[in-house]
């Protein structure tokens, strides 16, 4: 188990140093030219390759551009990392482009637009979030919201939970 916890920490390393080269070290126009953050990094179990997983805000022209400057200064970044991290052997960077926070976004958006849609038809299921014409819910059968919370019946008045082996846990 010791490996797997390597390797999320000198992924977690990379992350962090390839967050900061975006800000800082790449200076390749093509880059600057979309907003660019780094999603995720894995790396492989013998840590000699890493897939860098990067979020780009721009046109579709834009993200290409800035992809392929990302690709093109790999051995940069590599070099950079190796220094930084003081690695015996530095993983080979591979760039890809993340688009799940852009289909979030349009899942998001459609979600939105389908809400909207219903509101203004009327056409809104029961026990959704948000009803049209309706009225506050009626209290839960059998509960007194002036009752004593202590009353008989009361979590009080049951006891404390009994103990017992946790889930997950085998002695």
Known sequence: MAQGRRVERVAASIRREVSELLVTGI????????????????????????????????????????????RS??????GELSRRLNMRRTPEVIFLLDRGIEKGTTVLGLINKLGAERLEKGDVPAGS??????????????????????????????????????EGDDD
């Open 129 to 166: 979030d948000v009803e049209p014409d309706a009225e506050p819910d009626a209290e839960e059968p059998g509960l007194d919201p002036d009752a004593d919370p202590d009353a008989a019946g009361g979590a009080a008045a049951r006891g404390p939970a009994p103990a017992g082996p946790l």
């Open 27 to 70: 200076k390749d126009d093509r880059v600057n030219l979309a907003m660019v953050s780094v999603t995720n990094v894995d790396v492989a179990g013998d840590l000699q390759h890493c897939k860098v997983h990067v979020s780009i805000f721009g046109s579709e022209d834009d993200r290409q551009q800035a992809l392929e400057g990302l």
């Open 73 to 78: 200064a790999s051995n940069y970044v590599k």
